[in-house]
């Protein structure tokens, strides 16, 4: 290991800074101080030493001719920093004592600080794994993101309904961890005219843009795990340039002037709280563009900078697109190639193809996203004449490849034709990328097979697979240390950097202290989060019952709501079936739906009021409850994982590109039970059909079924558990003297043709339920297959994933500072 902050750390300098900040920074005295000003002090003073890393890493020639990932994504869902930094830097132990002395508890001014929301859930939190893992590895990186002034909402439940509030994540006081970056300030522009002259016969366009804003950059360090490596998070900030309009300022309209201001300020006012639904709107198509043009204007100037030629830059600089948010990045090369460098069409398009990579993330239809031809034309009237220009070249290559084939090019098309036309973003991004990736072997094998078939003959491939994976720092180090310290004693402790040392511990399976040591810690990290629950929602918990958790966004395909029929299921087999014998257990939900989502938002009320019902019914609260935590964040996952027994991976077969909570979960010991979908396929493998509970239909099956003419009626009828569960939402069983209340959940389950299946795999769900169940009262059984889940999933560390980016998209190189 290279040298760390902790050769560098002096206690009593560090001491001294924490209350220079207190008083210098935030005013107050060490008598006065409150535990958020003391979280402040404290994560300033340790941010100045990150900085200084930052300034290290970004000055360092090595770096700077070495070739570097720049990832784009519209969304990082970084969660809270000083913990996971203070791991990174080798520092725990020593600031806990530092803040000791100064009569602070680390742990406690930890929970002062709110999680930095900017992502809405798997593709943002897979951009912050990322991050992380690169810099461990020390592979040149830059993450591009916004800076948003506020995140994603925040969720509370009235009489069971979502409620949304906005998530003000900064503070009054700013983020501690954040430094603003004036000097590489970026001017961006929309609207406007394309203004065209000919020089020499040859014709040169130029955007004059109507209207300009500033992009400010925000870096948050990203600390390589024990390296003084620190490479930037760089966020983007959009403000009005000042002085926003002189004229009407001088002319004494000062309202009229502060206008522009406002308008500025609002594209990155607030994170879209979309996840898998794409809306159209006009200032989402303004926040993808002001993001892309800072972050490539940044790319070429750091380029520049370093005495590169621009024809050099695929040597020095690859773009990885996170889902196609940042496409527009694409046209933005080509025009400042061609527009402002004077490149030629040709070679302007060689440097783009060689530069850009893409990931798919999706194959929901709803999710892949199209822009109006009028309003790409309207806001960025050069970047529309390049994107067709970019079609027409394409579509001569699709006719030499399937000459006389209209079908062909309509499909394959970028810009969609009918009433209003639209541009198809994923069709940009695979036309303009050297390669395109799936997130997991099962989605990568669909993103060739139904997605793009066509691409992946015309461009052999380039269509490949990265399955995801998560970091072992924050998801085992940091959020499990009873778990982490176990493996350390027996395996030593270099396994955070190299996870697949895991399999070490498969060896101590059935070794009976050793189950006896996990079990105990398992417990713990039970009673941590029921302790949670206890204080904050009034919910009383046994931590020998089952720990049932699904933790992930509300949406159908991922079938929460085929998870409460099971529920139902077992309330109703309580009640009357006095056979019926089930391990205590308790459900575990924490979602949010998307505000404008509304059967998302009614499942929530269902599962809220079944909830309500079943925790107050004494005829079966010693054997079953159910809940719902409010505001699913990033710390509040790295309470509930570390207690997970049970991790539901429900989605309907085919839908769920990845997934990577299911990663998180098995890696703390939680037994799946899961579909044949996204990376369940692959934990699956790794871990073997013994220590996995795999249920329902896999992709064939599904498809057969639909071809065949699904009818859930058909299963309703044929089943009398099934639909004893179901009319359970029909009665006023959870809303007294209000029946019909749930019927929302129940009529999308019927008359709305059940889109998601849940009626076809209930029965196989309920069965694999009941294994598991029969499992957990052997409770070394249990032990044992929960162990080789932890052993066995090394393959799912982001750092491997990282390490395939780099070896077959990226091709660079680590630079070992
Ligand atoms: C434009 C609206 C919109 C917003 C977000 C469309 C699509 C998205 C994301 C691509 C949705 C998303 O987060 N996908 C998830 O990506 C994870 C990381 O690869 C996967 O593990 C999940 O399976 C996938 O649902």
Not at 89 to 109: F, K, P, R, V, W
Not at 152 to 181: C, I, M, N, T
Not at 212 to 222: A, F, Y
Not at 622 to 631: N, Q
């Amino acid at each position: 290991m290279k040298p760390t902050q902790q050769k560098k750390f002096d206690k009593a300098s560090f001491q001294e800074n924490v209350k220079k900040h207190l008083t210098a920074t935030y005013a107050t005295t060490v008598e006065n101080a409150d535990s958020r000003a003391w979280y402040l002090a404290m994560g300033r003073a340790l941010a100045e030493l990150t900085t200084f890393d930052l300034l290290e890493t970004e000055n360092d020639k090595a770096i700077q001719n070495a070739k570097s990932v720049n990832y784009l994504s519209l969304e990082f869902l970084i969660g809270r920093l000083t913990g996971n930094n203070l791991i990174s830097m080798g520092l725990y132990a020593h600031i806990t004592d530092a803040m000791n002395e100064l009569g602070q508890s680390l742990s406690d001014l930890l929970e002062e600080e709110r999680d930095p929301s900017l992502g809405n859930g798997g593709l943002g939190r897979l951009a912050a794994c990322f991050m992380d893992s690169c810099a461990a590895q020390e592979f040149p990186t830059i993450g591009y993101g916004l800076h948003y002034e506020y995140g994603l909402f925040k969720q509370s439940f009235e009489q069971g309904h979502q409620k949304e509030a906005p998530d003000a994540w900064r503070g009054v006081e700013g983020y501690p961890w954040e430094v603003a970056r004036p000097e590489y300030a970026q001017q961006i522009g929309f609207y406007g005219h394309v203004e065209s002259e000919f020089v020499n016969g040859v014709e040169k366009r130029r955007w004059v843009p109507g209207m300009e804003v500033q992009g400010m950059p925000w870096d948050l360090p990203i600390v390589g795990y024990e390296s003084d490596t620190v490479y930037p998070l760089r966020l983007w900030e959009c403000r009005a340039i000042a002085p926003f309009s002189l004229e009407s300022f001088n002319n004494g309209d000062y309202f009229e002037a502060q206008h522009a201001l406002i308008d500025s300020g609002n594209i990155t006012k607030v994170l879209y709280p979309n996840d898998n639904h794409e809306k159209g709107k006009t200032l989402r198509l303004m926040q993808q563009y002001f993001h892309s043009a800072a972050s490539i204007a940044d790319i070429l100037r750091r380029h520049d900078a370093a005495g590169h030629k621009i024809t050099d830059l695929p040597k020095y600089e690859t773009i990885q697109l996170n889902d196609t948010h940042p496409t527009i990045s694409i046209p933005e090369l080509m025009r400042i190639l061609m527009d402002e460098r004077g490149l030629s069409w040709d070679d302007a398009w060689a440097i783009c193809t060689k530069t850009f990579a893409y990931t798919n993330h999706t194959l929901l239809p709803e999710a892949l996203e199209t822009w109006s031809e009028s309003l790409i034309q309207r806001l960025l009237p050069r970047h529309m004449e390049i994107i067709y220009q970019i079609n027409h070249l394409f579509l001569k290559d699709v006719r030499a490849k399937w000459p006389g084939d209209v079908d062909k090019q309509r499909k394959l098309s970028i810009i969609q034709e009918g009433f209003h036309r639209m541009v198809r973003m994923a069709n940009l991004c695979v036309v303009g990328s050297y390669a395109v990736n799936g997130v997991a072997a099962l989605h990568s094998e669909l993103v060739k097979r139904d997605l793009f078939p066509e691409f992946n003959e015309l461009y052999p491939n380039k269509l490949q697979n990265v399955t995801n994976g998560v970091t072992p720092r924050r998801w085992l180090k940091f959020c499990n240390p009873g778990l982490s310290d176990l493996i350390s004693e027996k395996i030593g402790t270099e396994w955070p950097a190299d996870l697949d040392q895991l399999t070490q511990i498969a060896k101590f399976a059935d070794d009976k202290a050793f189950q006896k040591k996990y079990m105990a810690v398992k417990k713990e990290n039970k009673q941590r989060l029921a302790d949670w629950v206890q204080e904050n929602m009034g919910i009383e918990l046994d931590t020998n019952a089952i720990f049932d958790v699904q933790i992930k966004r509300l949406h159908e395909y991922k079938r929460q709501h085929l998870n409460l029929l099971h529920i139902l299921s077992l309330y109703h087999r309580l009640l009357n079936d006095p056979t019926f014998d089930m391990a205590p257990r308790v459900v575990f939900f924490a979602a949010k739906a998307a505000p404008g989502y509304h059967l998302a938002k009614e499942i929530i009320y269902a599962t809220n009021k079944v909830a309500e019902k079943i925790n107050n019914d004494k005829r079966v609260n010693h054997k079953l409850k159910v809940v719902f935590i409010p505001d699913y964040r990033v710390s509040m996952a790295e309470i509930i994982i570390p207690a997970a027994d049970v991790s539901e991976q429900i989605s309907t077969a085919g839908k769920e590109a990845s997934g990577t909570g299911n990663m998180k979960m098995a890696l703390n010991g939680a037994l799946t039970i899961g579909t044949m979908d996204g990376a369940n396929v692959e934990i699956r493998e790794e871990v073997g059909d013994d220590n996995i509970y795999i249920f329902g239909l896999d992709v064939d099956g599904v498809e057969e079924l639909r071809a065949s003419g699904y009818n859930p009626f058909d299963y309703y009828n044929a089943d009398h558990l099934l639909k004893a569960s179901m009319d359970l939402l029909l009665s006023d069983e959870f809303t007294p003297g209000e029946p019909g209340k749930l019927r929302a959940t129940f009529d999308s389950l019927l008359d709305g043709g059940d889109p998601y299946l849940c009626l076809a795999d209930f029965a196989s769900y309920v069965k694999a339920h009941e294994d598991m169940d029969a499992q957990y009262r052997d409770q070394e059984g249990w032990a044992h297959k929960a162990i080789l889940n932890t052993a066995l999933v090394g393959k799912f560390s982001s750092d491997r994933s990282i390490r395939d980016y780099v070896n077959n998209i990226w091709k660079l190189e680590a630079v070992k500072r």
